[in-house]
């Protein structure tokens, strides 16, 4: 068992799936706060149509996810902003036509197959080094631009009219915020698939504020239960054998939210004014 759990493809998934867990809640963390907890689903379903395009024009899989994903969020922050469609309107055309342009091109092509399915729940037990180094580059990015204008995404996520007046770039903020998602959705696509990767933009910023009681705090925490929820979900995948390991993460994920929940309220009852602060 042990040689199982600390082979070359598992140290290689746990690499992939830590930088993975520790990026998406650094950027989740705006998402939620600015209620669009919901457009990592929408990115997922238009990088599932940017792989089908890719395999269909001969490209490599994940820069057809790359481009799709990037020039689809770019849209439909336009269209948001523009005020043509609400959110969750063009958010979920865009889930619809991600999904249906997908499996129609995969079906049209025969390779509606298991590195299909791979690519919809993770496959990152058969990460190659090559595949590990493009995630973290991914990954490296986005967390170096979250890093870099930390107060500037901050503001906009608070009080987007309050940064706007403040001269603040707000809309080249959105798009950077979007783009950036679109960046570490595609570099979770292998580690725990493109319908569960939103996930991991969400859950553990969720359990994050219940702990926390400070963004900045709530971020770091986030990121901890996020790499957390990935070494263990993948040790339990290796130990179990056949179960899914982008299940066994986000599972994990939700079971740190359930303690979360706990703990908070227990702090809530002995600290009722510091939540409140």
């Known amino acids: ?162 940064a706007q007046a403040a001269g603040l770039p707000v809309e080249a903020l959105n798009m950077l915020t979007v783009a950036l998602t679109a960046l570490l959705v595609v570099a979770g696509m292998r580690a725990v698939g493109l319908l569960l990767i939103a996930a991991l933009l969400v859950v553990p910023v969720a359990s994050g504020s219940r702990i926390a009681h400070s963004f900045r705090a709530s971020m770091l925490t986030a990121m901890a239960l996020g790499v957390a929820s990935a070494v263990i979900g993948l040790m339990a995948a290796l130990v179990q054998g056949r179960i899914a390991p982008g299940g066994s993460i986000v599972l994990t994920a939700l079971a740190f939210f359930g303690l979360s929940m706990a703990l908070g309220r227990r702090a809530f009852r002995r600290h009722p004014g510091r939540l409140a602060r």
């Open 1 to 162: 068992m042990r040689s199982i759990l600390f082979s070359d493809f598992a140290v290689r998934a746990y690499i992939a799936a830590s930088a993975v867990g520790l990026t998406a809640p650094a950027i989740g963390t705006f998402l939620v706060q600015r209620r669009l907890s919901l457009i990592g689903d929408g990115v997922g379903h238009l990088a599932f149509a940017g792989v089908a395009l890719g395999l269909l024009f001969h490209l490599t899989p994940l820069w057809g996810a790359l481009l799709v994903a990037l020039a689809g969020v770019v849209g439909l922050e336009r269209l948001r902003a523009s005020g043509r469609l609400s959110g969750d309107l063009s958010m979920a055309l865009v889930f619809y036509f991600g999904v249906s342009l997908g499996a129609v091109v995969l079906s049209g092509l025969n390779r509606f197959d298991a590195s299909a399915i791979g690519i919809l729940f993770g496959s990152v037990f058969t990460v190659s080094s090559s595949d590990l180094a493009v995630m973290l580059a991914l990954c490296a990015v986005v967390l170096v631009g979250v890093v870099v204008v930390y107060k500037e995404l901050l503001a906009v996520s608070l009080d987007e009219e309050t």
